[in-house]
């Protein structure tokens, strides 16, 4: 591994854990939802389902506003001294970046809608219908004997079928997650205007850095695939459920930063200085 990425790896493992506050709004956030969904689900009645959906929806755009708040004081060493303090910016950040979260929301789902048409048509022009009902896929993914028993009665033509529109969903998912990589932290360093931000990120995405983007991309997909293989592995063991519960955590924290981290050392410190926001 080149020791550049070696150094900033090191760096994003220090500011994690110098600032590893900012875990404690993701766990309450999500224990919100969970704990609101499962209510909702309980509940049964449709218009109280829609509206707890629209609900959860406005939460999650003030949360990733406030949280990518702290992020980003995290990124740039804010109160280095006091690390804790950058809980404070959470709340002036659902303030200024609740809109601009909002529209890169909507254009985030728009565009990943577009790209989910066009790989479904894409799939079916070039590979062709596994002639299966979406109601058996659906069955199928109950249990794994459910999953066991419905490969084995699928034919070798079906197999490979189904085998090459997975590698298909997956390569256009990957893609899709680069396409974004640096979405949020340019609404959040350069631009508060999320079609200025979608395209100033697509430039510097595949700007001259392209190959350095390619390996931050890289390191964070295989660190998320040993840690998926070893939260499936331990999923039985409860202690270890746990243990990897807190990884999981650590680790959504530690991209976040380091993404951020990484994005104000290449492409905002490198043509803007020290002043880092754009209002727009």
Not at 159 to 172: A, F, G, R
């Amino acid at each position: 591994m080149n020791l550049l990425y070696i150094l900033a790896m090191k760096k994003v493992l220090e500011l994690t854990n110098k600032y590893i506050i900012v875990a404690t709004p993701l766990l309450l956030f999500l224990f919100f939802v969970c704990v609101y969904f499962l209510v909702m689900m309980r509940d049964g009645n449709q218009i109280k389902l829609l509206f707890g959906l629209l609900l959860i929806f406005v939460t999650s755009i003030a949360f990733i506003s406030g949280w990518g708040n702290m992020i980003k004081s995290a990124s740039i060493e804010k109160n280095y001294d006091e690390p804790y303090t950058i809980i404070k910016d959470f709340v002036p950040g659902v303030g200024e970046y609740f809109l601009p979260v909002l529209g890169s929301a909507f254009v985030f789902l728009v565009v990943n809608i577009a790209i989910l048409i066009l790989t479904y048509y894409a799939g079916m022009r070039f590979i062709g219908d596994i002639g299966v009902s979406s109601s058996a896929l659906s069955n199928a993914m109950a249990n794994q004997e459910a999953l066991k028993t419905f490969l084995t009665s699928l034919s070798v033509d079906q197999l490979l079928k189904l085998n090459m529109w997975n590698i298909l969903v997956l390569s256009t998912a990957s893609m899709s997650y680069f396409f974004f990589m640096f979405y949020f932290p340019t609404l959040f360093f350069e631009s508060k205007n999320p079609f200025k931000a979608l395209w100033i990120s697509i430039k510097n995405t595949f700007s001259k850095k392209i190959l350095s983007n390619i390996g931050v991309y890289l390191i964070i997909f295989v660190l998320n695939f040993f840690i998926s293989i070893l939260s499936a592995l331990f999923s039985a063991n409860t202690i270890m459920n746990f243990v990897m519960s807190l990884v999981n955590f650590y680790f959504i924290c530690g991209v976040a930063i380091g993404i951020f981290y990484y994005y104000n050392r290449t492409f905002v410190n490198s043509h803007l200085g020290n002043s880092i926001d754009t209002y727009i």
